[in-house]
């Protein structure tokens, strides 16, 4: 699924996930699924459509809503409703059925140019994961021509940083209690292991 699949017009609608809400079993639950994308996600794109209907932010993309709100005390509800359906949209398509294992070729000698080895990335990536306090999200991004990780609050993203998103890894309670409870690392490492999605990663590269 290119990147561009996530970028969506206001009024913003909720857009399908890229597989069944049981595809990801047993790793993220359909159960899960049910409440993460069809209840919290969406709640986001309904308070967002609301916040922006008959403003300035109508019409815009979530990227041009994300810009333009950032930062802004006045703002702060149309921003984060606007940053979180943009990093949901994203987290879905960093996961895949069958996912981890190596990353295409491109990806991986940038993986390793930056951090050494994929195994190296991956703990790094793990470690952000584990040490963002609350809730957050995990990322890889590009930085110039170097990859790293970074680690965000809230619904705080890289678009935000001046780097680019690549993959993300949800640490929002949310996106885990249902089915492993307070054991996060558990669930960070499962993902990492066995849903990344490396390809989606390569396409953003682009």
């Keep these: 699924m290119s990147k561009n699949a996530i970028k969506t017009l206001s009024p913003v609608s909720l857009p399908s996930l890229p597989y069944a809400d049981n595809a990801l079993d047993p790793i993220i639950s359909a159960n899960t699924i049910g409440f993460h994308y069809g209840k919290h996600h969406k709640g986001y794109v309904d308070n967002l459509n609301k916040l922006t209907a008959e403003t300035e932010f109508a019409e815009m993309t979530l990227e041009k809503i994300i810009a333009g709100t950032v930062g802004k005390a006045d703002k702060t509800a149309i921003f984060n409703n606007a940053a979180q359906v ?5 987290y879905w398509h960093s996961l895949r059925p069958k996912g981890g294992g190596q990353p295409p070729d491109v990806l991986k000698k940038m993986i390793e140019t930056s951090f050494g080895t994929v195994d190296a990335c991956r703990k790094e990536w793990a470690a952000a994961a584990m040490a963002q306090f609350g809730s957050g999200w995990a990322w890889l991004v590009l930085d110039g021509d170097k990859l790293k990780v970074v ?3 809230n619904a705080d993203s890289p678009l935000s940083l001046g780097v680019k998103p690549l993959l993300t890894v949800d640490v929002w309670e949310h996106a885990y209690y249902l ?22 990663a390569a396409e953003n590269l682009v």
């Design 151 to 153: 680690k965000t609050g």
């Design 86 to 90: 943009w990093n949901h949209t994203f």
């Design 179 to 200: 089915d492993y409870q307070n054991r996060r690392a558990e669930y960070v490492n499962a993902v990492l292991d066995k849903l990344i999605n490396w390809s989606f």
